[in-house]
Each structure stands twice: as structure tokens, then as C-alpha cells.
């Protein structure tokens, strides 16, 4: 039986506990998946040598998922242009069912391997590109149909899963593999699973864009500021990376698109004259 769906021995008589008692139960769970990410660190670092490969090379990260899974994938590749000011076609997520699925069970959706393989096809996938399939089990077929077209594409591909000896993962070049062990609740990967997952996704992009020179010195020099929150946001990266007032911040800001990369380089070009 997968490890997801195997009855937790610390949590099979939470029924009658009080609430505290119940969350502390659960906290004790969570404290799990950090380690189980740990482990794998070696393999996440090959996939994320393996997206700096594809972005360098005018490629794509695309992920690719199922129910929770797929979800945890768009959100992570959603985040990437507000973050580092990418296009969104850079790295992008797709979900078994299509995006009705991300609010919706599509039922039987996962289960359609020609889907995954289709969609491939579909997104033009080819030797530049990676393609990383999400599922908890390791089972789920249409994200298998996906993979698996996008090797015989000629693309990269990767895995995270939460079970050892998967199918997905003895068809991709890397597979993460954070076993996090039974749920609280027997089968709801949307927990340590997913917990696991979202650590693992925001792990190989955000090293990635680092490596990319999207972000420097711990902090967004490529943000796009697109609301009152980002602006200010931006405003504080420019003076205290420029070492400008906030009036210069703000100047500097408005004429370069309200992009921190290019006000930097107006402010950077402003004071070597003065120099």
C-alpha cells in the first residue's frame, strides 16, 4: 500500500480529543516534512540545475499535476512574474481538468493519460524545456501521459512525489521524493504531502531565479511594482540598495515602467556621471 494512504498510528484516536490536544497532534506531524524535504536536497538541486539549463536556453518550466498537486504547481509558477517581473511563460503550471479543476474536482481527470500526453503536444514541448509532473501517489496517470510524451519530446523532466518506487518517478531523470509518512488524516495529501510539495516548488524556483539573477541580495530587484503594496515595496529595495531618498526612489521608479531592475540601472548610470 502507498505510504498517502496508509492509517497514521499517532493520529488513529484524535476523534475524541479536544481541540488543542488535536492541533498540537497535527504540529507534531508537520514538524516531519521539513526532514523529509532535507533528504532530498541533492535531487532538488538536479532539478534545479536542470530549470537554470532549460531558462537559459530560451526553454520553459512547465509543471504539471492533479488535484492538489496540479494546484500546488499553477500556484507556484503563478507566483513567479509578480516575484522576479518573468513572463509568465517562463514557468507555467497546468492541472488534470483544466483550470475549472483548480476551484472543482474534475472527476476521472487525473486518471486520462492521453490528456497529459495531448497537452504536451499542445504546448509545443521540446529539448529546451522541463517538464515536472506533481502526484502525491506517484500514480496519477495524466500526469505520467504528460511526462512521458515530454521525454519522447526530447525535454528534461523531474518529478516530486511522496511514495518510493513510483511509476512517475522510474519515468523522469530526477525524481524528489519527500516520503512524509501516513497523514493525520489517512489520504489527505492536501497536508504533509502538499506541505512537502509546496516547499519543494518554492525551493526549485526561487533558487532558480536567484542562479538567474532575478533576485540579488535577498531581495526582489526584479519585482515589477503593480499595486500600492509592491511600490512601496520597491520604493524600500531602491533606497536601500541605491542608498537614494524616497523621492529618488519614486522618480527613479515611475521612469523605468515601475520595474526595481531598471530603476536600479537608471540610479546606478545617475550616480557614476555624478562620480
Known amino acids: 500500500m502507498l505510504t498517502t494512504e496508509t492509517k497514521n498510528p499517532r493520529t488513529g484516536a484524535i476523534d475524541p480529543n479536544d481541540t488543542p490536544a488535536l492541533l498540537r497532534l497535527m504540529n507534531e506531524e508537520d514538524r516531519l516534512v521539513p526532514l523529509a524535504v532535507e533528504a532530498e536536497l541533492p ?46 511563460k517562463l514557468v507555467q503550471g497546468f492541472i488534470a481538468g483544466g483550470d475549472v479543476a483548480l476551484r472543482s474536482a474534475v472527476e476521472g481527470a487525473e486518471d486520462d493519460p492521453e490528456a497529459g500526453a495531448a497537452l504536451m503536444d499542445e504546448l509545443g514541448i521540446g529539448e529546451d524545456d ?41 519515468c523522469v531523470d530526477v525524481c524528489i521524493a519527500p516520503i512524509v509518512g501516513p497523514e493525520v488524516i489517512a489520504g489527505s495529501t492536501r497536508m504533509k504531502s502538499g506541505t512537502a510539495q509546496k516547499l519543494v516548488l518554492n525551493m526549485i524556483s526561487t533558487a532558480t531565479m536567484v542562479r538567474l539573477g532575478y533576485a540579488k541580495g535577498g531581495v526582489m530587484t ?29 522618480d527613479a521608479l515611475v521612469r523605468s515602467d515601475m520595474r526595481v531592475d531598471r530603476a536600479l540601472e537608471l540610479l546606478c548610470t545617475a550616480a557614476e556621471r555624478k562620480g
Open 43 to 88: 535531487r532538488i538541486a538536479e532539478t534545479v540545475e536542470l530549470a537554470v539549463n532549460a531558462l537559459a536556453h530560451n526553454g520553459r518550466v512547465i509543471y504539471v499535476g492533479a488535484g492538489t498537486s496540479g494546484r500546488l504547481g499553477v500556484l507556484d509558477a503563478s507566483e513567479c512574474p509578480p516575484t522576479f517581473g518573468v513572463s509568465p
Open 130 to 170: 522541463l517538464v515536472i509532473g506533481i502526484s502525491a501517489s506517484g500514480s496519477a496517470r495524466f500526469v505520467i501521459g504528460a511526462v512521458t510524451r515530454a521525454k519522447a519530446l526530447g525535454a528534461a523532466t523531474a518529478a516530486i512525489v511522496n511514495n518510493a518506487g513510483t511509476r512517475l518517478g522510474a
Open 222 to 250: 526584479s519585482l515589477a511594482a503593480t499595486n500600492e503594496k509592491l511600490r512601496g515595496r520597491a520604493v524600500r529595495i531602491l533606497c536601500e540598495t541605491a542608498g537614494v531618498s524616497e523621492a529618488a526612489a519614486e
